[in-house]
T-cell receptor, first 113, second 112 residues
Framework: KAGVTQTPRYLIKTRGQQVTLSCSPI?????VSWYQQTPGQGLQFLFE???????NKGNFPGRFSGRQFSNSRSEMNVSTLELGDSALYLC????????????FGPGTRLTVT | GQNIDQPTEMTATEGAIVQINCTYQ??????LFWYQQHAGEAPTFLSY????GLEEKGRFSSFLSRSKGYSYLLLKELQMKDSASYLC?????????????FGKGTKLSVIP
């Protein structure tokens, strides 16, 4: 079974631009969660989608948004990029039921200059 | 909200046993996870505890005490490849929620 895939793997953007990151979950997984990882804050929850619906949202500004498609693939968008948005963005998929672990993708390393 | 604490760094010797502690204060609780993350790689699942007690899986064991808000990950017969960050994460108890709150991780260095 193929794992979670994320594209692109690396990205360099300029402050003020916007960016879209993509995540393809493991086949059959309906839950996709997004996390931001930085050295100072660790892994922080952004949002979770299940069957195309946002089920939870973390404490991030409205510049961070996401969506999920009918095939469970998910995208997240960050508008008006700031230097502090430089981070590793990780996507994780799960079967969505209680107790089922999340499988993480390799992440997208975003650098904002 | 959730608050999760774990030591920042630990060092242990190859072949030894190490215990990584995690304490949490949460408004709701629906399970505790441990993940391993090697430098530059994605986190990988190690264990899940939702009831009190010890869960053993090969060289790795995880313990949970819900009344104390405490968990530990025990690694036996340490190998050099166990050098990694170990992340403790708590699942919120909201219905249908899969939101995990992570600690900042414990960087374990295994030395010869």
């Amino acid at each position: 079974k193929a794992g979670v895939t994320q594209t692109p793997r690396y990205l360099i953007k300029t402050r003020g631009q916007q960016v879209t990151l993509s995540c393809s979950p493991i086949s059959g997984h309906r839950s996709v969660s997004w996390y931001q990882q930085t050295p100072g804050q660790g892994l922080q929850f952004l949002f979770e989608y299940f069957s195309e619906t946002q089920r939870n949202k973390g404490n991030f500004p409205g510049r961070f948004s996401g969506r999920q498609f009918s095939n469970s693939r998910s995208e997240m968008n960050v508008s008006t990029l700031e230097l502090g948005d430089s981070a590793l963005y990780l996507c994780a998929s799960s079967a969505g039921r209680v107790g089922y672990e999340q499988y993480f993708g390799p992440g997208t390393r975003l650098t904002v200059t | 909200g959730q608050n999760i604490d774990q030591p920042t760094e630990m060092t242990a010797t190859e072949g030894a046993i190490v215990q990584i502690n995690c304490t949490y204060q949460t408004s709701g609780f629906n399970g505790l996870f441990w993940y391993q993350q090697h430098a530059g790689e994605a986190p990988t699942f190690l264990s899940y505890n939702v009831l009190d007690g010890l869960e053993e899986k090969g060289r790795f064991s995880s313990f949970l005490s819900r009344s104390k808000g405490y968990s530990y990950l025990l690694l036996k017969e340490l190998q050099m490849k166990d050098s990694a960050s170990y992340l403790c994460a708590v699942r919120d108890s909201g219905a249908g929620s899969y939101q995990l709150t992570f600690g900042k991780g414990t960087k374990l260095s295994v030395i010869p």
